[in-house]
């Protein structure tokens, strides 16, 4: 999924900034961090593996001086948790420096990674990202009209922050799938992919990017462009609604935490359950708990406690952490849940791994019943636009009925908010989003070979 921002501001310690709003897009990308910088000179970039904190120390933040920057938090989705793939991604053509942070996936990267291979463009990562970034670069033109061009050539997901020696651009796909606000800071600009990321440097929200839209920030003032005609009607991810963006986070006017809770109301409605409590697998799964407690007048207890010190298990790159990563980030209160008929409330499921053992968990610390209940639809195809749901097999959902589903994860009752339901807690059409995770239809074609995002790591190495 991956959080970007980007931020110019002549004046102020954008490094700084820069850093406490990749804090607050943490969440979004756990495997590398980074920020670039420009004083109108020159390029600096610091970029390693690890979280925000681990990354940056007071001494790296006063060695990036500048009037622009931008940062980036990564999740992969294309290219192995690596030191090269970290970002921003930097390309350098004579007189030009340019870093890129891309919060998304491309469709079309294999047959544009070797058009620049004929060309002969290096590429030194395994990274989609790195194809945009040298579409950019390599362009004669200026900053901005680079980025016309790679949107124009590039397919899939993108949202992206793109920093000059002199300019700082931003932009959104014409699908307009990856998120992508607006905001100010006293008169300068700022994006980021979230809006806690603005809240947190006193920045005011604008508005979302559109579909399309180019925000150009140079020596004549910043201005929002229409770079691509959209290609269609907005299909936002309907995931950042359900589970990825932080539940304080504003999409369309509306905060997210309210969606979820309505969602759990729609949930408790449609599926109701003969049972003592309600409790939420936290920290995502609590608003439509809520939810669900307040519509089916059952008490909401805390029966799992969560390490706060662990991060999101489902976005760990590979499966063998996620599975250990289960015990290490809940523990049950047993004085909550014995003896007692629980509806268990989560905002998806994905692999199943992680529910599996939730509910293993609980039976140990006493539950008579275990019926869970998902404030989401059945997740049956993987993502191809920046979330790592891997193989189509690998998804508990996929061909399985709900009985058979309920049996592999041991519940006594499953049950999944529809979506239609989904789309009334939305408050907002169907149309208007991607929902190929939950429906298997695709709004930007997909090839079959994109379908690994591993299969750049052994490629030979080319001039």
Known sequence: MCGVFGIHAPGRDVARLAYFALYALQHRGQESAGIAVSDGRRVLTVRDMGLVAQVFDEGKLQALPGRAAIGHARYSTTGSAHWMNSQPIVAHRPGRTVALGHNGNLTNTNELRAELQEQGVRLGSTSDTEVICALIAHHPGTLAEGAVHAMERIRGAFSAVVLSEDTLLAFRDPDGIRPLV???????????????????????????????????????????????????????????????????????????????????????????????????????????????????????????IKNRYVGRTFIQPDQALREHGVRLKFNPLPHAIAGKRLVVVDDSIVRGSTTRKIVEMLRDAGALEVHLRVSAPPIVSPCFYGIDMAKHDELIAAGRSIEEIRALLGADSLAYLSLDGLQLAIERPAERFCRACLTGSYPVPVPEEAGSKLRFEREPARA
Do not use: N, W
């Not at 959209?230 to 609604?241: A, G, K, N």
């Not at 409605?269 to 939810?291: F, K, M, R």
């Open 182 to 304: 607006l905001g100010d800071l006293d008169g300068s600009p700022v994006v980021a992919s979230e809006t806690p990321a603005l809240d947190i440097i006193g920045a005011s929200v604008v508005r979302e990017l559109k579909p399309g839209e180019l925000l150009i920030c140079d020596s004549q003032g910043s201005r929002v462009e229409q770079a691509v005609a959209p290609r269609r009607r907005e299909t936002m991810c309907v995931f950042e609604h359900i589970y990825f963006a932080r539940p304080d986070a504003q999409m369309d006017g509306q905060t997210l935490h309210a969606e979820r809770e309505r969602m759990g109301e729609r949930l408790a409605l449609e599926a109701p359950a003969d049972a003592d409590v309600v409790i939420a697998v936290p920290d995502s799964g609590t608003p439509a708990a809520q939810g669900y407690a307040r519509a089916s007048g059952l008490p909401f207890r805390d029966g799992l």
